[in-house]
C-alpha cells in the first residue's frame, strides 16, 4: 500500500529537526510553548510594521505619482525598491544567524541516528530540508509583509513595469536576495569549520555567531538609510556596489526590464557574489559531509588557556566564585554571549542612528561647538546604550545552563553568603551596563562640553545605575541557575513598553546629562536626586537577599501564589 | 553519626518516602539498594539537604540538619547519580567553583585540587572543557569536588556509573580507605556486586519503605542469603522470564 508524505522516514526526520530549531535546549515544556507563542507574536509585529511602514510611505508617494517629471519618482522607486529588498535580507540573515550551531548535524544527532540502517545523505537531506523550511517560513512572511509598500511604489504611470510584473519580480529577486543572505551565513560558518583546528570549531564558531549578530544589529541603521541613497543611484555612485540590497535592485532591473549600463553592473556583483556564496556552501558543506567526524566529536586536546584578568581582584571567595562563573559562561556558551551582544547591538545601532546624522557628522568633521540639535542628538545615545547593555545583560543571565548541575548551588546556599554572591551580579551589570557605554561615549561628551563632560558622565553614570537597579528589583538568582520562560508578557506588551522606556529614558537622560554640562549646579541636584532613588532601591534590593531564598524555578505570572491561611 | 528518624516525604497525595528509619555510624559504608521508583533518589536528595522531608528528622553527630542546614551541608560531599555538572568550564574551573562556594581559602584550594586532578587522571585534560569530557572522566570530576572539602558524610548515587575498570578499582579503594578514617559512606547503587564488595551493610527501599537490612561484611556472606536473593524476595519483584519470553516473541513475529 502506497504511504503518504507524511508517514515516510524522511518526513518524520525532517519535521524532527524542524522541531528541534525552535528547542533552544534549555526551556521546559512550559517554556517551550511560550517560546512558540512569542516566536508568533513576532511574526505579526513583522506583519504590522510592513503595513506601518507603507502607511508611512503613502504620504510620499502621493506627492511623486502626481509630478509631471517622472525623474524624482523613479529615483525614489529605485532607492526603496533596495530598502524592500533589505528588510527581508536581513530577517534572512538573522533567523540564520540564529540557528547557525544547527546548519550540519550535530554529536546528538550522529550518536543516535548513525547506527541506524539510514545514509548519511538521508540525514543531511532531512536537515537540509528542514533548515530550508525553517528560513523559507520566516523569509516568506518577511516578503508578504514588505509587498504591501512594493505595490504601492510600483503603481504609478511612471514606473518602469506594471504593478503585476513588479510584484513578481519582486517575489523571485527577492528570494533570491533572501537566499543570498542565508548562503552567505552558512558559507562564513562552512569555511570556518572547514578551516579551523578542530579543537577550536566550537569555539570560533560560537565567537563567529556573536560577531555575525552584531554586524546585523550595527546594521540595522544603514538598512533605514537606504531609501536616502536615491541621489547616489540617480548619479551612478560607485558606493552602492558594496550595498547588498543594491545589487538586487540590479537583478530585477535586468530580469524584468529597466537595466541601463550601472544597474546591470550592479546586478552582475549581485549574481557574482550569490553564485560564489552558494558555491562556498556547497563546498563546505561537501567536506563537512566526507568529514562527518570533524564537527560531531569534541577534541580534548586543547592549547593552554590564559588566565582571566583582574581589574579589581575581590577578596571573598563567594563573590569570585560567581564573578568566575558568569565570566565563563558568557566567554564560552554561544546563546548568552549571543543574547549579550546581540542585544547590547541593538542599542549601539539606535545610537549610531543617532550620531551618522549629517549634522552631527558635519561637527565631527570641525569640532567646535555644537549646535542644538546635535546636542541632542550626541547626548541621547548614551541611554541607547545602557538600556540595551542593562536589558541585555539581565537576560542574558537569566538564561539558564545545564539547569540540572545547578544542584551545587543550592547545596550551598547559605544566608550568610548570598548576599556576597548576589554582588557579583550587581558588579556585572554595573560594569557593563554604566562602564561600557560612558567609555564609548567619553571621547563624545568630552568633544561636545570639554572639562564639563565630567558632569555630564556623572549624570549619565546616575541614570545608568538607577536602570541597573531597577532591573535587579526582585532579582534573587545566581547567573544562569534558574530556569526560564520567555513570554511574560505579550510581543506587543513588550514592545510598547521598551519603546516608552526608550524614548522616555532618551529625552530625560539626555536633558539631564546636557544640561548637567552647562550648569554644574543643576547637574549636582539632580545626581544627588537620582543618586538617592539607586540608593534606596539598592537598600530594598539588598534587604531582600538578605531574608529571601535564591531562586531557581521561574514561573508564569499566570501561576498564582496562595496566601497559605490555615 | 548519621540518623534518619521516621522520614517522610510527600508530593501532594503521593507518599514517595514512608517513616523510613536508619543509621550510619562512622567508618562505615552502608549500601542502599532499591528499585526504580522506590524512593532511594528521593532519600538521597534530603539526606544531602536539596529536598526538605515532609517530616522526620536527619541527624549528624545529633545535630539536627534543619537546626543549621548549611553547617550540615559543609560537612556532606555528594555524587549525584548522572554527571550533572558545567560542561563548558574546564575541570579546575569547576573544582574552583565548588571550593570557593564552600568557602576553602585560595591557596589550599588551589594547591588540593591539582593535586586530586592529578590523582584522578585528569590533569592532562585539564584546559579542555569538560564537554568534551566522558562519562567516567566527569564521574571522576565530581568525586574529586565531593572529597574537596574533607567531608564527614559521602553520599554517593551510583559512583561507578561510566566508570573504566581502572577507575572503579581506585572509586572501591578509596571508599574503603575514607570509611576506614573514620568517614560515613552513604552508597545508593543498582549494583549489588559493586554493594557486596563496598558496603557493610545494606538497605533495601520498597515503595518507599525500607523493607530489609542486610549485613554484607564479608564474614557473613558463607552462610547468610544472597544480596541479590534478598532483594527480589522483599521486593516482590516478579518473575522476567515470561517478560523475556514475551519480548522475544515482538521481535520475530
Known amino acids: 500500500m502506497a504511504t503518504g508524505w507524511r508517514d515516510r522516514p524522511a518526513a518524520h526526520l525532517t519535521r524532527h529537526f524542524f522541531d528541534a530549531l525552535f528547542d533552544l535546549g534549555f526551556l521546559s515544556r512550559e517554556g517551550a510553548d511560550a517560546f512558540i507563542r512569542l516566536l508568533l ?48 535580507m536581513w530577517i534572512a540573515a538573522f533567523i540564520t544567524v540564529l540557528i547557525s550551531h544547527s546548519l550540519v548535524p550535530d554529536e546528538t544527532d550522529f550518536r543516535v541516528l548513525m547506527p541506524l540502517p539510514v545514509t548519511r545523505a538521508f540525514i543531511y537531506g532531512t536537515k537540509l530540508l528542514a533548515l530550508a523550511i525553517f528560513c523559507g517560513m520566516f523569509i516568506g512572511a518577511s516578503l508578504i509583509a514588505v509587498t504591501p509598500l512594493v505595490g504601492l511604489i510600483s503603481s504609478s504611470r511612471h514606473a518602469p513595469t506594471l504593478p503585476p510584473v513588479a510584484l513578481a519580480a519582486y517575489w523571485i529577486v527577492g528570494t533570491m536576495s533572501c537566499a543570498f543572505s542565508v548562503l552567505a551565513v552558512i558559507a562564513i560558518n562552512g569555511l570556518l569549520t572547514v578551516v579551523v583546528p578542530r579543537s577550536r570549531v566550537h569555539g570560533v564558531t560560537a565567537s563567529t555567531r556573536s560577531v555575525l549578530l552584531v554586524a546585523l544589529m550595527l546594521a540595522v541603521p544603514f538598512v533605514f538609510a537606504l531609501p536616502a541613497n536615491a541621489d547616489r543611484i540617480a548619479a551612478h ?107 547590547s547591538a541593538c542599542g549601539a545601532a539606535l545610537a549610531l542612528n543617532r550620531l551618522v546624522d549629517p549634522q552631527v557628522i558635519d561637527w565631527l568633521r570641525r569640532l567646535g561647538a555644537a549646535r542644538f540639535d546635535v546636542v541632542i542628538a550626541v547626548m541621547g545615545a548614551p541611554w541607547l546604550l545602557m538600556f540595551a547593555a542593562g536589558l541585555a545583560t539581565r537576560t542574558a543571565i537569566a538564561l539558564p545552563i545545564e539547569q540540572r548541575a545547578n544542584w551545587i548551588f543550592r547545596m550551598t546556599e547559605s544566608e550568610a553568603t548570598r548576599v556576597a554572591q548576589l554582588r557579583a551580579v550587581v558588579r556585572l551589570m554595573r560594569q557593563i551596563t554604566v562602564g561600557v557605554p560612558l567609555l564609548l561615549m567619553a571621547p563624545l561628551e568630552w568633544a561636545l562640553f570639554g572639562p564639563r563632560a565630567v558632569f555630564a558622565l556623572a549624570a549619565n553614570a546616575a541614570c545608568a545605575l538607577l536602570w541597573v537597579e531597577v532591573l535587579l528589583q526582585g532579582w534573587r538568582k545566581i547567573p544562569f541557575t534558574c530556569s526560564y520562560m520567555p513570554g511574560k508578557q505579550t510581543a506587543a506588551q513588550s514592545t510598547v513598553v521598551g519603546i516608552g522606556l526608550l524614548v522616555l529614558g532618551v529625552s530625560l537622560s539626555g536633558a539631564i546629562a546636557a544640561g548637567s554640562a552647562r550648569a554644574p549646579l543643576f547637574g549636582a541636584v539632580a545626581i544627588a536626586l537620582l543618586g538617592a532613588v539607586a540608593y534606596a532601591f539598592a537598600r530594598a534590593r539588598v534587604a531582600l537577599w538578605t531574608y529571601a531564598p535564591l531562586e531557581f524555578d521561574d514561573r508564569l505570572p499566570s501561576a498564582f501564589d496562595t496566601l497559605l491561611l490555615q | 553519626m548519621l540518623e534518619i528518624r521516621g522520614l517522610t516525604k510527600r508530593y501532594g497525595a503521593l507518599l514517595a518516602i514512608d517513616r ?92 588540593r585540587s591539582s593535586e586530586l586532578l592529578r590523582l584522578f587522571q585528569l590533569h592532562d ?129
Open chain 1, 41 to 88: 507574536g513576532i511574526i505579526a509585529v513583522i506583519f504590522s510594521f510592513g503595513l506601518l511602514l507603507t502607511r508611512i510611505y503613502m504620504g510620499k508617494y502621493a506627492a511623486l505619482k502626481g509630478a509631471a517629471d517622472p525623474l524624482p519618482y523613479l529615483s525614489a522607486l529605485a532607492a526603496d525598491t533596495t530598502l524592500a529588498f533589505g528588510l527581508p
Open chain 1, 237 to 343: 555612485s560607485r558606493s552602492m556596489y558594496v550595498l547588498p540590497p543594491a545589487w538586487f535592485l540590479g537583478v530585477a532591473r535586468l530580469m524584468f526590464g529597466g537595466a541601463d549600463a550601472y544597474t546591470s553592473q550592479l546586478a552582475f556583483i549581485g549574481l557574482a557574489a550569490l553564485a560564489a556564496a552558494a558555491v562556498i556552501s556547497v563546498s563546505s558543506y561537501v567536506v563537512l559531509y566526507r568529514r562527518f567526524d570533524r564537527v560531531m566529536l569534541r577534541s580534548l586536546h586543547v592549547a593552554r588557556r590564559l588566565p582571566r584578568l583582574r581589574l579589581s581582584p575581590s577578596t571573598n571567595p563567594w563573590r569570585t566564585a560567581i564573578a568566575d562563573f558568569t565570566h565563563a559562561t558568557l566567554r564560552r556558551s554561544a546563546l548568552h554571549q549571543g543574547v549579550l551582544l546581540g542585544m
Open chain 2, 20 to 111: 523510613i528509619n536508619f543509621c550510619l555510624s562512622r567508618g562505615e559504608v552502608l549500601g542502599y539498594l532499591g528499585p526504580n521508583g522506590s524512593g532511594k533518589s528521593t532519600t538521597v536528595n534530603m539526606v544531602v539537604g536539596l529536598l526538605q522531608p515532609s517530616s522526620g528528622a536527619i541527624l549528624l553527630d545529633g545535630k539536627s540538619q534543619s537546626d543549621d542546614p548549611v553547617a550540615y551541608k559543609q560537612r556532606v560531599g555528594y555524587v549525584p547519580e548522572e554527571p550533572y555538572l558545567y560542561t563548558h568550564l574546564t575541570a579546575p574551573e569547576y573544582l574552583t567553583l565548588v571550593g570557593r562556594l564552600r568557602g576553602i581559602a585560595s591557596a589550599p584550594l588551589e594547591k
Open chain 2, 125 to 253: 585534560s585539564r584546559y579542555s572543557t569538560m564537554a568534551a569530557f566522558s562519562k567516567g572522566m566527569r564521574q571522576r570530576v565530581l568525586l574529586a569536588a565531593a572529597l574537596l572539602h574533607n567531608p564527614d558524610l559521602l553520599v554517593l548515587d551510583e559512583p561507578f556509573s561510566g566508570l573504566d575498570v581502572n577507575a572503579s578499582l581506585l572509586f572501591r579503594s578509596l571508599i574503603t580507605m575514607l570509611a576506614a578514617e573514620g568517614r560515613m559512606i552513604l552508597f545508593s547503587s543498582h549494583r549489588f556486586d559493586m554493594v557486596e564488595k563496598v558496603c557493610s551493610r545494606a538497605i533495601i527501599l520498597s515503595k518507599g519503605r525500607v523493607v530489609a537490612q542486610h549485613d554484607v561484611s564479608p564474614a557473613r556472606r558463607g552462610d547468610a542469603e544472597s544480596l541479590e536473593d534478598l532483594f527480589v524476595r522483599v521486593t516482590d519483584q516478579p518473575d522476567f522470564t515470561p517478560v523475556a519470553r514475551d519480548i522475544l516473541s515482538v521481535i520475530t513475529h
